[in-house]
């Protein structure tokens, strides 16, 4: 909530200060991971993913978007259609808290204001900081929790959106982000003594997780004047 509440008040200062739309709303969905224990279907929500955007339409075809997201990855041996995980029996849980800012391209204009409405698919990427659980493998062989650590991703997103209102757009999209780690499932610990004694999987190869889900945005501002982008 704290952060929403920062991303309102950050907003009614550049209501006031430009003629461009802006957006902002709310996603819900699922979550999962890839990576070195589990399930390795590239698109499988197993979890709930919630998060808040805000969109700075500079162009009909490209905004300047922001969002906060949040979500526990998990990953069971026991889903894997791998027969060496199965009997292997490792799990793990992961919380996920995001910050990622970037562009978002859409395929052709999207116009709210034409007097019909507006679709079209989108692409998004940019830079993303996240917050993730340090995880560690024990000598009982279970993944727990070993304090807390920050990383990078790059996030891949691929969407679609229509308006629904004058003010409304409901988007769909799955965006997968390669993280600059192969440490969500405690599978390459780093930084502390006997790590390598620890390490499974294949450690050449860092972890990846994907968001699914619907986007609803509140679309505000006067009527932008796209004529200098």
């Known amino acids: 909530m704290k952060y929403f509440i920062v991303i309102v008040l950050f907003v009614g200062s550049l209501t006031s200060a430009a003629s461009q739309t802006y957006e902002i709303g709310g996603f819900v969905g699922g979550a999962n991971y890839i990576g ?3 399930n390795t279907t590239y698109i499988s929500p197993n979890t709930l993913a919630v998060g808040v955007l805000f969109k700075w ?3 009909e075809r490209h905004a300047f978007r922001a969002s906060i997201k949040r979500a526990t990855l998990e990953g069971n041996d026991k889903d894997a259609s791998d027969s060496r995980r199965n009997n292997r029996g490792y799990s793990f849980k992961n919380s996920i808290t ?3 800012v970037g562009l978002e391209y859409t395929f052709w204009e999207f116009n709210m204001y034409g007097g019909k409405r507006a679709n079209t698919p989108y692409l998004y990427t940019g830079l993303t900081y996240f917050l993730q659980d340090d995880l560690l493998k024990n000598n009982n062989d279970v993944i727990v929790k070993d304090g807390s650590k920050g990383n990078i991703a790059i996030p ?3 969407g679609y959106k229509a308006s629904i209102s004058t003010n409304l757009v409901l988007g769909f999209e799955v965006g997968a982000r390669y993280s600059f780690t192969d ?3 405690g599978s390459n610990p780093k930084d502390i003594e006997g790590s390598e004694n620890l390490r499974f999987g294949n450690i050449n190869n860092n972890d990846w997780y994907v968001f699914s889900g619907l986007t609803l945005t509140f679309t505000f501002g ?3 004047c796209y004529c200098n982008f």
């Open 183 to 185: 440490n969500l499932d």
């Open 98 to 100: 995001e910050l990622s």
């Open 57 to 59: 339409n500079r162009s």
């Open 222 to 224: 006067r009527q932008p």
């Open 36 to 38: 070195d224990v589990g």
């Open 156 to 158: 891949m997103v691929l």
